[in-house]
């Protein structure tokens, strides 16, 4: 069965700082794989997705992710964060089938400190 | 603009009540989809439609019901069976021509007192 894992419930950095949210998989094969951010009491924007070729897929809002095949890891990561990406931040799984239905982490909320 | 509707943003109801939320899509979207989302439990599915006329039920269907009459439209139900109905609801979409690429509405917090 499929599932995702968000080891890190919350995370707090420093404007400014490099960030990194950690996501691990368990899929048979290669999934399709997405990160999505919400903000509170707001719907999920995508902020990118791994479908196939190059591991390291570029998003919106300066982030990037890397799929690890080997690890079943597929992390975000973002440079240098502003204050306005306080926010929740989901990974997800989907089957390469005929439904798109996703399989969510329990997400990872990031706090940002002046 | 192309998007998802859902209304109202938020919903109270007793105890007891059946209660539906609305979902409308102007994105030509074959798929439609209902989501749970509960504090420190992600989102979980509820039901899903890939097709007018057709739906199956998701991981934690107990309790809800949708109909399917409309491409353009996925009403949830949620019943007076659901023991813990208070929740953040949330409508997508998706096209198989779009390579799995779910659209989310902005949701619907029910509260049932």
């Known amino acids: 069965a499929q599932s995702v894992t968000q080891p890190d419930i919350h995370i707090t950095v420093s404007e400014g700082a490099s960030l990194e949210l950690r996501c691990n998989y368990s899929y048979g094969a290669t999934p399709y794989l997405f990160w999505y951010v919400q903000s509170p009491g707001q719907g999920l924007q995508l902020l990118l997705k791994y479908f196939s070729g190059d591991t390291l897929v570029q998003g919106i809002k300066g982030f990037e992710a890397e799929f690890k095949r080997s690890q079943s890891s597929f992390n975000l990561r973002k440079p240098s964060v502003h204050w306005s990406d306080a926010a929740e931040y989901f990974c997800?799984?989907?089957?390469?089938?005929?439904?798109?239905?996703?399989?969510f982490g329990t997400g990872t909320l990031l706090a940002v400190q002046p | 603009d192309g998007g998802i509707t859902q209304s109202p943003k938020y919903l109270f109801r007793k105890e007891g009540q059946n209660v539906t939320l609305s979902c409308e899509q102007n994105l030509n979207h074959d798929a439609m989809y209902w989501y749970r989302q509960d504090p420190g439990q992600g989102l979980r599915l509820i039901y899903y439609?890939?097709?007018?006329?057709?739906?199956q039920k998701g991981d934690i269907a107990e309790g809800y019901s949708v109909s399917r009459e409309k491409k353009e439209s996925f009403p949830l139900t949620v019943t007076s069976a659901q023991k813990n109905p208070t929740a953040f609801y949330l409508c997508a979409s998706s096209s198989p021509g779009d390579s799995h690429l779910v659209v989310f509405g902005p949701g619907t917090r029910l509260t049932v007192l």
């Open positions: 439609s890939q097709i007018v006329n057709d739906f």
């Open positions: 997800a799984v989907g089957a390469r089938g005929a439904t798109n239905k996703l399989i």
